[in-house]
């Protein structure tokens, strides 16, 4: 007779199937935390790209668009892009260095960082009322996508190297 360890471990999909639908529902779940929308009225929407760049500089007081595409692993034209939408928002500004007047750099502003700060404050608000609370294994899940995060980071490929990504801005 079977022993209950014996059915799981049969029933268990190989590492290569886990690590892809681990992969599939980091997708869906951050699809679904920019869904949900904000319930603060003064929370600004930020896409994707909008919200790395802002990740970027709450971290680093100030950069180049340059260092920015790569900090980021955008183009430095949709950077451009990018940095236009936010400073029409008041989310940052640009400084022309004073002693290169061709070199920018970008800063957010204090409405960037109060905004960064609540949008986090929605998000962490969103996805600890889909877990129910439950903090059992939240440090573990927090390490691994931490490991995640740095492993891709790291290995991210060059400009060149990449076949079929979409571009985005």
Excluded: C
């Excluded at 920019?34 to 500089?57: N, P």
């Excluded at 990018?82 to 750099?105: A, F, M, T, W, Y």
Aim: hydrophobic share 40%; proline share 4%; no cysteine.
């Amino acid at each position: 007779m079977e022993t209950d360890r014996e059915s799981s471990a049969r029933k268990t999909p190989p590492p290569a199937v886990r690590w892809a639908d681990l992969a599939d529902l980091i997708l869906i779940i951050a699809r679904e935390i920019q869904f949900q929308g904000y319930r603060d009225e003064r929370a600004l929407s930020l896409t994707q790209s909008e919200g790395m760049v802002m990740r970027h500089l709450v971290a680093h007081a100030s950069a180049t668009p340059s260092q920015i595409a790569a900090a980021i692993g955008l183009q430095r034209t949709n950077v451009s892009t990018v940095l236009r939408d936010l400073e029409g928002k008041g989310l940052i500004e640009r400084h022309v260095d004073p002693e290169d007047r061709r070199g920018v750099s970008v800063h957010r502003t204090r409405r960037g960082a109060d905004n960064y700060a609540l949008v986090r404050k929605e998000w962490g608000a969103a996805v600890s009322a889909a877990a129910g609370g439950d903090t059992s294994k939240l440090d573990d899940a927090l390490a691994l996508l931490r490991s995640i995060e740095a492993g891709l980071t790291a290995t991210r490929p060059t400009e060149g190297a990449v076949r079929g990504r979409r571009r985005e801005t």
